[in-house]
């Protein structure tokens, strides 16, 4: 398979990927649904493995991979980054893993999905290549794990959920606390009634904030090395600086998602989603408070994006420090629950600690190993994912819903249906970002 | 009304407008006219990209048709093309759309393929016959844009466009395919997804145009549905299963439980197919579920009864409440599973009938069921249970008890106490009952029965008054130090060490003044030690209390509690008592920690006395940051 550094120079890009894709071999799709072959007693079938390639791996990155890598029943073949020594660094990982030198290095995303033998993706780049890596990746036949958030914008979230739902693929957003105990325990306790009626629930994030400012301009480094139009994928075009490229892209309109909000919001509001039944609807009310964002259901219940002062270190008042980052809390009239990625569990009564009784030692909220095994058992199954593209879509547009008002620092009406602002055009006007070209959803 | 937004964008108006530092009178209306006036200047002017870029963007949130002439201008631009269109998008007015749609005949290259796609973006049904010119030009970017843009126009006219161009596919002409036929009527949308899954095109593409098609077609689509399933095609057949999954076909169901009852498919799909069954949550399909789950085994006896879970039919609740029963397999377990998570209360009378069932399994089972699902409506039934001959069930019982009564069952639980048959299981309920509820009305029923208790159930009972703590529990313990029974005296005693309230402190001292031979005194000392800090008396009466204890101490162990007993009062006392001991080496450390602690509580009020004592302190420790907090109270060195 072709990758950049043995490509045939005589095919452009563009006939090499309509080449490989027009003529793309049958794969062996094997048959697999024993828990045995499903991986979930750690035997697989001897053909059935599942190969998978990245796209912008870094710190986070290399958690998940780790994680996949650990994995029986995958084989990791190509990384595809725009920046040389990252393509270098994770293909020595995975060649080191292998005992080979089979890793292919690609620093165009387009090549790499262009390979029919490649099953599913990993992206974790950052936030303005999530959707539309996702995007490209379904459109290519590939199943999608994605680093959250997805979607710098609504109109890319909802391309996202429908791109993947239109092609059938498998998709898992790296909302990973969905597949952690002590946050299931804990929606399981919002939901069984024993909290009594549910009135409000909290989402920790991290202070909204942001700009269009640019960083100064820097001389442009060779393409082989860090690949600037690359970097900016559908983004407005804006003249180079290194710091964007080492992780510094935050806080900048362009590449963050809801101005901040969706950071931590795309974990947290998921699970007050998740713990308030509310996977397939949204809030029908934002407005901003002093120091929060507040949102109603259309069943009265409220949703509180509180933020925090210090999300890495001191929580209070508003949560338990020890409950550790990405809190939530769950109030209703009959007590509450709050939980965060320490994997510890408060709740508000001496009998509602009995339910907490079965609940087995919690990892770290930010692990990701539950999360990528149930992606792979859904690649198998073509089951729903834990954290699919549609309960995704939901909590995303919640946060970006959510950071518009904030913006605004108004109170917005929302409907949930058209997934529009109610007689608010400036809001709508928010609610997409036309795409730079080539790039489309 | 004036409204402050947060948006930068209004930093960059003011910069061309000195006079807007706000804006917006209404909400959601365009920009002041001299705004957008100043705006549409700066894109006509030779103004830095920059500024051209901030103005596309404050005019794609507010602009008016006003702008369009100076935003298609630009798109032409290879750089600001992207940002003329970031403002056209979003203005809702024709004349963008007019304008995007013109700009398809003049521009080239990358401008071009963004124009495209914003014409798709803006699903304008007029430009569908110039996009079909695209899509057999040279340019593979611009003919791909145009497969994109149709889909997204998704009307019957670019679905013909698109069917045509199948002559030549592309991985864009079968993603736009695609896309119409989700904007088309069923009816329409089948034939696009017939003509994909024919196509020689990559797989992925072939087993969502077969899995589309299924869901399309709707009833008629089952046959096919079944073909794929019982077909050789691995990969169609998990499309298959994927449809499956969602079809909102309202015979789907009875049509897949009936696949399932035939016993024709393959293991390995039936096992898909119940899987699936599950997750469509529909009660047609519990007869065909249950009967599997009674005639296989192992894995798909388990998955049977786990899509029998999800699908919630009470029917199946029998069938539940026996599996659970019957072994500790997967299948038990997800049984079990099952009815503690069954909605609603037609799950609880079967697993109340567990309780009175003749096997002790069932009965056992039942017991952690009603534990789990909190079941108090099931007491009657444990405090039988309670009573039955086999000790497992017994206990069983007894423990559920503890988790889910209250003190209303006590009464019975001292009696099966003080019965001798489950002495410590009934010992565990009862503190599991006031660990819970914290009621300390729970020494009533154990007070009656401590006189007439034998040896063995009063040292049970004490353990429990022990738990419990607080002036009733303490009351009936030093009736028992005078037991006549030397076993009861002595561990009456010893659970006055791990007293957990502070009433016990005078008797602790008592002890520790004049121990009975089996006493130890300096486990009295370091209980009563422990608990004077938790006394609520004044600074004085809990002074008088260590004083007590101070002179009975003998060694620098108990010492040292006393100097952290001292640190928590705040008079000048306590502070005299403890620079006592700042020339003890082997105490000094402590005292000096002991000092400042009461020296940062009392300086306000006497610190003529506090900075006196800490340049004591200051001289005699050794540990840096205490001796900068003792000068911070005045220490000197």
């Known amino acids: ?441 | 009304m004036i409204i402050k937004t947060r948006f930068s964008f209004l930093l960059a108006i003011a910069l061309l407008s000195a006079e807007f530092g706000v804006a917006h009178a209404q909400v959601g209306s365009p920009l002041p006219k001299d705004v957008e006036t100043k705006l549409i200047a700066t894109l006509k002017s030779d103004a830095a990209f920059k500024d051209k870029q901030d103005a596309c963007r404050s005019l794609a949130i507010g602009g008016t048709k006003d702008a369009v002439p100076a935003l298609a201008a630009l798109l032409g631009d290879e750089k600001l093309s992207h940002m003329a269109r970031y403002a056209l998008e979003e203005i809702p007015d024709a004349a963008s759309k007019d304008a995007l749609r013109e700009a398809l005949g003049t521009v080239k290259g990358m401008p071009l393929v963004g124009v495209i796609s914003s014409v798709g973006a803006e699903h304008d049904t007029a430009a569908i016959a110039t996009l079909a010119g695209f899509l057999n030009g040279g340019d593979a970017d611009v003919a791909d844009a145009a497969a994109v843009a149709l889909g997204r126009i998704g009307t019957a006219a670019a679905a013909k466009v698109l069917m045509a161009a199948m002559a030549k596919p592309t991985p864009a002409i079968y993603d736009g395919l695609l896309r119409v036929a989700e904007s088309l009527p069923r009816k329409e949308a089948a034939p696009v997804y017939d003509a994909l899954r024919k196509a020689p095109a990559p797989q992925p593409i072939r087993m969502t145009a077969l899995r589309s098609a299924i869901i399309a077609r709707q009833e008629q689509g089952l046959p096919l549905l079944m073909e794929a399933l019982r077909g050789n095609d691995n990969a169609l057949t998990l499309a298959a299963i994927q449809a499956a999954r969602e079809t909102t076909s309202a015979g789907a169901t009875k049509a897949l439980a009936t696949e399932i009852e035939s016993g024709k498919l393959a293991a390995d799909r039936q096992l898909l197919l119940v899987q699936v069954l599950g997750t469509r949550r529909d009660k047609v399909a519990a007869p065909q579920l249950m009967a599997l789950a009674r005639k296989s085994e192992g894995e798909l006896r388990a998955s049977a009864v786990k899509s029998l879970v999800q699908i919630g039919d009470a029917a199946a609740i029998p069938l539940l409440v026996e599996f659970a029963a019957a072994s500790d397999d997967d299948a038990a377990k997800t049984a079990r599973a099952g009815l503690v998570g069954f909605k609603g209360r037609e799950a609880e009378a079967p697993i109340i009938a567990m309780l009175q069932a003749n096997n002790n399994k069932a009965r056992l089972v039942g017991a952690d069921l009603v534990i789990q699902r909190r079941m108090t409506g099931a007491i009657p039934q444990l405090l039988v249970g309670a009573t039955n001959a086999d000790a497992d069930v017994a206990n069983a019982s007894i423990r559920a008890l503890g988790e889910i009564g209250s003190n209303a069952d006590a009464p019975a639980l001292v009696k099966i106490l003080t019965d001798g048959t489950s002495t410590q299981a009934a010992e565990g309920a009862l503190s599991a009952i006031y660990a819970r509820n914290r009621d300390a009305s729970i020494v009533e029923p154990i007070s009656v029965a401590l006189p007439k208790a034998s040896t063995p159930a009063k040292l049970s009972l004490l353990r429990v008054l022990r738990r419990v703590g607080g002036p009733q529990a303490l009351a009936q313990t030093r009736i028992a130090m005078a037991d006549t029974t030397t076993e009861v005296r002595d561990n009456a005693i010893r659970n006055l060490y791990d007293w957990p309230t502070p009433e016990a402190v005078p008797d602790l001292i008592a002890i520790a003044k004049a121990p009975p031979a089996s006493a130890n005194k300096v486990l009295a000392l370091r209980g009563a030690l422990r608990l004077i800090p938790l006394q609520t008396g004044t600074p004085e009466q809990k002074l008088a209390s260590v004083k007590e204890t101070l002179a009975l101490i003998e060694r620098p162990e108990e010492k040292r509690l006393a100097l952290t007993a001292l640190s928590g009062i705040p008079t000048a006392e306590s502070l005299a008592l403890v620079l006592q001991d700042l020339a003890n080496p082997a105490l000094k450390e402590e005292a000096s920690s002991a000092a400042v602690t009461i020296g940062e509580q009392l300086s306000k009020t006497q610190p003529a006395i506090v900075a006196e004592a800490m340049t004591q302190v200051v001289k005699t420790t050794g540990d840096q940051k205490l001796a900068k907090r003792a000068q911070d109270l005045g220490g000197q060195k």
């Not at chain 1, 001389?219 to 139009?229: G, T, Y």
Request: charge should be neutral; aromatic fraction near 8%; proline fraction near 5%.
């Open chain 1, 1 to 441: 398979m072709t990758s950049e550094e043995n490509a045939t120079p005589k095919i452009s890009r563009r006939k090499f990927l309509h080449k490989s894709f027009a003529t793309g071999s049958a794969l062996a799709f094997p048959l697999v649904v024993s828990s045995r072959v499903l991986g979930l007693d750690g035997a697989v079938a001897p053909n059935s493995k599942i190969i998978l390639g990245a796209i912008g791996i870094q710190h986070r990155g290399m958690d998940v991979l780790g994680a996949m890598l650990r994995e029986t029943g995958m084989q990791f073949v190509a990384i595809c980054d725009i920046q040389r020594k990252q393509r270098e660094a994770i293909k020595a990982v995975a060649d080191q893993k292998y005992g080979n030198n089979d890793c292919s290095t690609y620093r165009d995303l387009r090549e790499l999905l262009a390979r029919p033998d490649i099953d599913a993706v990993l992206i974790a780049t950052g936030d303005r290549w999530h959707s539309m890596g996702s995007i490209y990746a379904a459109r290519a036949g590939k199943d999608v794990y994605t680093e959250k958030p997805v979607g710098t914008c609504v109109a890319e979230v909802q391309a996202v959920d429908d791109t993947v739902r239109r092609h059938g693929r498998v998709f898992q957003v790296g909302t990973q606390r969905r597949s952690i105990n002590n946050f299931q325990t804990a929606v399981n306790l919002a939901q069984s009634g024993k909290l009594g009626k549910i009135h409000t629930l909290h989402a920790g994030i991290v202070r909204p904030g942001g700009g269009r400012q640019w960083l100064p301009e820097q001389p442009l480094p060779p393409k082989e090395e860090v690949d600037w139009d690359l970097w900016l994928g559908a983004a407005p075009w804006r003249p180079y600086n290194a710091g964007y490229v080492s992780g510094g892209w935050r806080g900048f309109d362009d590449f963050d998602s809801g101005f901040g909000v969706n950071e931590w919001g795309s974990h947290t509001v998921d699970l007050c989603q998740w713990a308030n039944g509310a996977d397939d609807t949204m809030p029908v009310e934002y407005w901003t408070e002093p120091e929060k964002i507040v949102c109603r259901y259309a069943n009265g219940v409220k949703l509180v994006l509180d933020f925090l002062k210090d999300p890495f270190g001191d929580r209070s008042p508003q949560y338990i420090t020890a409950m550790g980052t990405c809190p939530v809390r769950y109030e209703g009239d009959e007590g509450w629950v709050e939980t965060g990625d320490s994997g510890n569990i408060e709740v508000s009564n001496a009998a509602l600690k009995s339910e907490l009784l079965a609940l087995k030692r919690a990892g770290a909220g930010t692990d990701p190993g539950t999360h990528t095994s149930n992606f792979f058992q859904c690649i198998r199954s073509r089951g729903l994912t834990n954290a699919n593209s549609k309960t995704m879509r939901h909590s995303h547009i919640t946060c970006h819903a959510a950071a518009i008002a904030w913006k605004l620092n108004r109170k917005l009406t929302f409907d949930p249906a058209k997934e529009l602002f109610v007689n608010d055009d400036e809001a709508n006007r928010m609610l997409s970002r036309p795409t730079r070209e080539p790039w489309k959803i």
